[in-house]
T-cell receptor, first 115, second 113 residues
Framework: NAGVMQNPRHLVRRRGQEARLRCSPM?????VYWYRQLPEEGLKFMVY????????ESGMPKERFSAEFPKEGPSILRIQQVVRGDSAAYFC?????????????FGPGTRLTVT | QQQVKQSPQSLIVQKGGISIINCAYE??????FPWYQQFPGKGPALLIA?????SEKKEGRFTISFNKSAKQFSLHIMDSQPGDSATYFC????????????FGEGTQLTVNP
């Protein structure tokens, strides 16, 4: 059973470009969470999605950031017009369907560098 | 009220010793408390978790102690090994409201051989 997959693992973007980060949850998991980890800091919640629904986006910056989890395919975190402050590691976690459990399993992360 | 405070920021332990990391929370609605282990360049890995109906949970060399009245919980690593050297994060969640995890700031553990 493959774990949570994220790609790309490393992404370099120039200021003003768009960044697209992909996350495929574990098989059988339909809950996806995105977290951001700034250098030397802990992880901060961004958004919680289920298939075709955004459940909680209270941690998302108001502008430039969006997320989706379509019926088919991976969850995508999109950052438009990136700035240097967006440089961070972005982690996706997935949780099993219907359990209502806090157990979340993390992917290896995408390390975004904005130059 | 959503904060989880973790200490110490860094910890150095000799091989075979006990590593102790502490966390405190404010939100009494939290009802799930996991610990994650993260190696450099990797994602956090779920280590052990506890819910408030028990005061202690043990899995191998790892033990969580939970004090509901003090709103504190801690991770004990017995017989610490150099391979345990990593960053440890405590977290808390309110499962019935979506389970978003609120993380502590992390503790960088170094176990010397």
């Amino acid at each position: 059973n493959a774990g949570v997959m994220q790609n790309p693992r490393h992404l370099v973007r120039r200021r003003g470009q768009e960044a697209r980060l992909r996350c495929s949850p574990m098989k059988g998991h339909s809950h996806v969470y995105w977290y951001r980890q700034l250098p030397e800091e802990g992880l901060k919640f961004m958004v919680y999605l289920q298939k075709e629904n955004i459940i909680d986006e209270s941690g998302m910056p108001k502008e430039r950031f969006s997320a989706e989890f379509p019926k088919e395919g991976p969850s995508i975190l999109r950052i438009q017009q990136v700035v240097r402050g967006d440089s961070a590691a972005y982690f996706c976690a997935s949780s099993p369907l219907g359990q209502g459990t806090g157990e979340q399993y993390f992917g290896p992360g995408t390390r975004l560098t904005v130059t | 009220q959503q904060q989880v405070k973790q200490s110490p920021q860094s910890l150095i332990v000799q091989k075979g010793g006990i590593s102790i990391i502490n966390c405190a929370y404010e939100n009494t609605a939290f009802d799930y408390f996991p610990w994650y282990q993260q190696f450099p360049g990797k994602g956090p890995a779920l280590l052990i978790a506890i819910r408030p109906d028990v005061s202690e949970k043990k899995e191998g060399r790892f033990t969580i102690s939970f004090n509901k009245s003090a709103k504190q919980f801690s991770l004990h690593i017995m017989d610490s090994q150099p391979g345990d050297s990593a960053t440890y994060f405590c977290a808390a969640a309110h499962e019935t409201s979506g389970s978003r995890l609120t993380f502590g700031e992390g503790t960088q553990l170094t176990v010397n051989p």
